[in-house]
């Protein structure tokens, strides 16, 4: 089965650097993704690992270490709107194609 | 058009009547996912289709859950008797197919009273 955790929630200052948390479990890997979502609006997409290491996407960098089963998701110089819940989300594979497991979700809000 | 379309955006029903959901995906794109999202928590999945072939329902919760893509394209859930606990936000994504890349539409937020 897929286990996902992550924090539901934490607090920031604007312009600070936050780091996300999630472990997760999994029977097979075929990467983990991060999203976004805003209070009343869809999940967007911010990234997906399935190399170990850090991948960098302007102030928002995501890391994945596949042996120990962990990812985050760090955002540098934040913002108010980055005020957000954060997804993260393992894929697995059915006929064909790809339903995603989400954890309950990190509600990230940054404060002046 | 240019992303998922939903409807309606909300949606409040008095217990024990039944719902249609509608997804309008994106054009040309192969896969259409269904997922319910209660307050607090991440979305969890209820079924998949590919074309118009519903390849995977195993989240769907009860069998008062149903859903259906007819001609590939459009798909709508229906929920029928609706009970108190069917109160979420049931949202659908599409994808070009077996492609990572899942756009999510905005959902319809049901309340069941």
């Known amino acids: 089965g897929q286990n996902i955790d992550q924090p539901t929630e934490m607090t920031a200052t604007e312009g600070a650097i936050v780091q996300i948390n999630c472990t997760y479990q999994t029977s097979g890997f075929n990467g983990l993704f991060w999203y976004q979502q805003h209070a009343g609006e869809a999940p967007t997409f911010l990234s997906y690992n399935v190399l170990d290491g850090l991948e960098e996407k302007g102030r928002f960098s995501s890391f994945l270490s596949r042996s120990k089963g962990y990812s985050y998701l760090l955002l540098k110089e934040l913002q108010m709107k980055d005020s957000a819940s954060y997804l993260c989300?393992?894929?697995?594979?059915?006929?064909?194609?790809?339903?995603?497991?989400f954890g309950t979700g990190t509600q990230l809000k940054v404060e002046l | 058009g240019a992303g998922v379309s939903q409807s309606p955006r909300y949606k409040v029903a008095k217990r024990g009547q039944d719902v249609a959901l509608r997804c309008d995906p994106i054009?040309?794109?192969?896969?259409l996912f269904w997922y319910q999202q209660a307050l607090g928590q991440g979305p969890e999945f209820l079924t998949y289709?590919?074309?118009?072939?519903?390849?995977?329902k195993s989240g769907l919760p009860s069998d008062r859950f149903f859903a259906e893509r007819p001609e590939g394209s459009v798909s709508t859930l229906k929920i029928q008797r609706t009970q108190q606990e069917d109160s979420a936000v049931y949202l659908c994504a599409s994808s070009p197919g077996q492609d990572y890349g899942y756009t999510f539409g905005s959902g319809t937020r049901l309340t069941v009273v």
């Open positions: 989300a393992a894929p697995i594979l059915t006929g064909g194609g790809n339903k995603l497991t």
């Open positions: 289709f590919q074309n118009e072939a519903q390849l995977d």
């Open positions: 054009s040309g794109h192969v896969s």
